[in-house]
């Protein structure tokens, strides 16, 4: 399938690795031109090399920290206008509730739901007077079934949630869609950092924990970033201005609900 993109403009965080990269790839392959941000340059670097040579498209990397005001600024200034709007940030560190105080609570809200606010907030309407607008943001599972030693995610990215329920049904009718993807357990850094706490904890095995894991799993494995990929930029499509407001889970069948 066409996804109608090609030549449009995508802004992309976190898109050095994992699921950011993830996007990155798969929009570059449907000949999406992009600016990536991530923070430590050598890597993004090498991602922008990656994909300009795989896919024939422009990409522009950006080494900032998209969670403070000075590294969205760099971020914009290298794609003021946006078509496509990818929001990611490295989720907040398992733990206790009981550890953390306010200025813990504060990195994560700005992490995992201001600076998406921030982000939405500086190129919808630019979105909206050009009639296409895809913004996607890329929260976690734990929006719709919390995990208890990542209460700090839970709570950020649920405020995330919230705030796009309702923003979402005023820009639709100017073809600009927000969605929300859920990810599950993915093969990732993050997954395995989680692992390793889980397994520092109950004196296990990080592979007995990983394995563990993958069969509790209706999938039986973990998700491949492709197939994340993938899903984005389905969102980001022509065809998909019809969905908006939508929390799209990608969790292998993990989650027991009807809804």
Same mark, same amino acid.
């Given at each position: 399938?066409?996804?109608?993109?090609?030549?449009?403009? =995508?802004?992309?965080?976190?898109?050095?690795?994992?699921?950011?990269?993830?996007?990155?790839?798969?929009?570059?392959?449907?000949?999406?031109?992009?600016?990536?941000?991530?923070?430590?340059?050598?890597?993004?670097?090498?991602?922008?090399? =990656?994909?300009?040579?795989?896919?024939g498209v422009s990409v522009t990397p950006v080494a900032a920290d998209i969670t403070t005001p000075e590294?969205?600024?760099?971020?914009?200034?290298?794609?003021?206008?946006?078509?496509?709007?990818?929001?990611?940030?490295?989720?907040?560190? !398992?733990?206790?509730?009981?550890?953390?105080?306010?200025?813990?609570?504060?990195?994560?809200?700005? =992490?995992?739901?201001?600076?998406?606010?921030?982000?939405?907030?500086?190129?919808v309407d630019g979105m909206i007077a050009r009639r296409f607008g895809r913004i996607v943001n890329i929260?976690?599972?734990?929006?719709?079934?919390?995990?208890?030693?990542?209460?700090?995610?839970?709570?950020?990215?649920?405020?995330?949630?919230?705030?796009?329920?309702?923003?979402?049904?005023?820009?639709?009718?100017?073809?600009?869609?927000?969605?929300?993807?859920? !990810?599950?357990?993915?093969?990732?850094?993050?997954?395995?950092?989680?692992?390793?706490?889980?397994?520092?904890?109950?004196?296990?095995?990080?592979?007995?924990?990983?394995?563990?894991?993958?069969?509790?799993?209706? =999938?039986?494995?973990?998700?491949?970033?492709?197939?994340?990929?993938?899903?984005?930029?389905?969102?980001?499509?022509?065809?998909?201005?019809?969905?908006?407001?939508?929390?799209?889970?990608?969790?292998?069948?993990?989650?027991?609900?009807?809804?």
């Amino acid at each position: 399938m066409d996804l109608g993109i090609s030549g449009r403009k =995508a802004l992309v965080c976190a898109a050095s690795k994992g699921l950011g990269r993830a996007c990155a790839a798969q929009l570059a392959a449907e000949g999406v031109e992009l600016v990536i941000v991530a923070r430590t340059e050598g890597p993004l670097s090498e991602t922008a090399e =990656a994909l300009r040579s795989e896919h024939g498209v422009s990409v522009t990397p950006v080494a900032a920290d998209i969670t403070t005001p000075e590294g969205r600024a760099a971020a914009l200034a290298a794609c003021p206008e946006p078509d496509i709007l990818i929001n990611n940030a490295g989720g907040p560190p !398992p733990g206790d509730f009981r550890d953390w105080g306010r200025d813990t609570w504060i990195s994560a809200l700005d =992490a995992n739901m201001l600076t998406p606010i921030a982000l939405i907030q500086a190129t919808v309407d630019g979105m909206i007077a050009r009639r296409f607008g895809r913004i996607v943001n890329i929260t976690s599972s734990a929006v719709k079934a919390p995990i208890d030693i990542l209460g700090l995610s839970n709570g950020a990215r649920a405020g995330l949630t919230g705030f796009v329920a309702g923003v979402a049904r005023k820009t639709v009718q100017h073809n600009v869609t927000i969605n929300n993807l859920l !990810p599950g357990p993915f093969e990732t850094d993050r997954l395995r950092s989680n692992m390793q706490t889980v397994a520092e904890k109950s004196g296990r095995q990080v592979e007995d924990v990983w394995n563990a894991r993958m069969a509790e799993n209706p =999938a039986g494995r973990f998700g491949h970033p492709a197939e994340f990929g993938a899903a984005c930029a389905f969102l980001c499509s022509a065809q998909a201005g019809y969905i908006t407001g939508q929390n799209l889970l990608l969790d292998g069948g993990a989650f027991p609900g009807t809804l």
